[in-house]
Each structure stands twice: as C-alpha cells, then as structure tokens.
C-alpha cells in the first residue's frame, strides 16, 4: 500500500473499540540484537537518541525518491522509512491536535554475559514491515551509531569493530490474561515530565497512558477517540501509591531533542479491581509511556503483588 494508503488506514478504516478489543487486535514483533562486551554502553543517556537518528539514516538510504524529497512514499509498497519515521495525519483528541504516534519503541538493557541487547519493537500494522526494519537497523547499528561519542558518555573505550551476536524478531501478539487486583510498576528508565511532578500526583501517569495509548490505536485499526474515552474510564478505577521512595524533578536530558526534564524511574503500586486497567497497564508496558517514549523513556514492568511478595524487591533490578 502506498504512504496515502497507510494514512487512510490510519483516519478511515479504524473502528470504535474497548480496551478488551485493543488487547485482542494487539501485535508487536520485537527485533533484538546482541553485541557481545558492549554492556557498559547502556549507561550512556544518550544511546537511544543515537540509534534512533542511525537508524533513520539507514532507513532514508533505501527510502523511495519521494520519501527522500519530504513527499509520502508513492510505492506500491510503501517504503519502511515513510511507515516508521513518516509524518501522519493531525487528529482531534480530547481538544487538541496531536500526530497518530510513531509505531516502534527502543530499548536497550545488559546482559549477565556482558553484551548489550538493543531492540526494535514495530507495533501493529507497522510490523508488516518488520523484515526490512530488521536489516536497517542491523546496518545501523554495525555503521551508524557514532559508538565514539558514546564511548565518552560510558567511560569505555571505543570498540573498533561492532560484532551483532544475533539478530531475530520475536512476535507477541496479547497481554496477558487481566488478574485485578495490586501490582507493582518497575520503571526501568526515567519518565519525561513536563508541567507536572508525579512525585506529587502519581496518578498523572495514567492520563499519559490514556492519551499514548490512543494515539498509537489506529496502528491496530481502532478509532483514538473511543480507545481515549475507554482508558479515562478505567484510569478512575484506580489508585498509584508510591512504593519506594521517588525524588523530585531532576534537570536532566532525554529524548529526541535531549531537552526533556526527567523524572527518575519510580517504583509504584497500583490498586484496583478493574480488568481494563490491567489491560490498559500492560498495553502501556509494551508501548512505554510519556514524551520520546520511542527512545526509550517510559519503559516499565509489570509485577503482581504476590509475585513481588514472593521473590522480594532485591530480585526485581530496581
């Protein structure tokens, strides 16, 4: 399908849904690679934002003429820089113009053996393209990461060669079966905040889970409107407590643009007795949440109270 045949997909032919039907038309593909002694380099603030603009370029390099000249792709099949990092359609959302969300997320973690895992997650019907998403970003990350500036940021020297020990794509198509009741939210990388500090007001999180959520629902054929009423709805069945202690906001970097305010990764409980903010959690777990949710920010797990009771914090790497 050409580029104004995703963006008619996108406005034209979603659907009004619940969250149950969010969860039900979820699909993601995880592309992950492995590069074996790079472990140290997940420290680094601003690797995502790197791999990122990497693997943009990589994506352009092969990108139809269009696409290269700031048009929608004109292919037959649409070329996967105009799926991943085109502009779409302005929508009307809850009294403000907002773009339908960029349909990938990163992510970066260590390994026990000491490699680093980076991976790609398309979502949705951005995963169609996922084959080809794979090869960019294997390119990107072999010979477009500038891995010297991240040298610096880690305090490593910079590797001469970049080995990828592995690439594969995972697919994961649902969350898992909603249990209501307690659990607990293990924020792995820092939150963008912006007018509000949820130190104080823990519960803003939801109501940036809600709008994410809906931004990214016409990549799943639902219509952001009725997916932002549904998450309102279940936001307010619902409590966060601060579990750990959580500081104030922090200057700090993050980000596309590396001018965001980060606040640094909470551990909250949530309470409640509605399967559709169980639903709504772990579809948020999969997309992140917040601003530059794409580079990284926002990512969280999930854990239930009973898991927690019975492995204890000192297992969950908080």
Known sequence: MTGAAIDWRLTGGTRPGTLADFADAWLHHDIIATLPGMAAFVAAPSLLNKVRGALGTALLASASDAVKARRPCDWPQTCTAEVLFGSRPLIRLDGHDSQIATPFVLAGRSQPDGSLALSLRVLGLASEWSQSAAAAFATALSTGVRWDQLARDAGRPAPRHIRIDGLRIVPTRKPAHPAPGALIMVFRTPVAVERANIADDPQLLLGAMSRRLALLAPWFGLTPSGVLDAATVASKSGKILID???????????????????????????????????????????????????????????????????????????
């Open 244 to 318: 750990e202690p959580l500081a104030k906001f922090q200057p700090g970097y993050g980000g596309h643009r590396m001018r965001n305010r980060l606040a640094w990764p909470p551990v909250l409980r949530v309470i409640s007795s509605s399967a559709d903010l169980q639903i709504m959690l772990q579809l948020a777990a999969f997309s992140h949440v917040g601003r530059s949710a794409s580079t990284g920010l926002g990512r969280f797990d999930i854990v239930f109270v009973s898991e927690v009771d019975a492995i204890g914090h000192e297992q969950l790497d908080i």
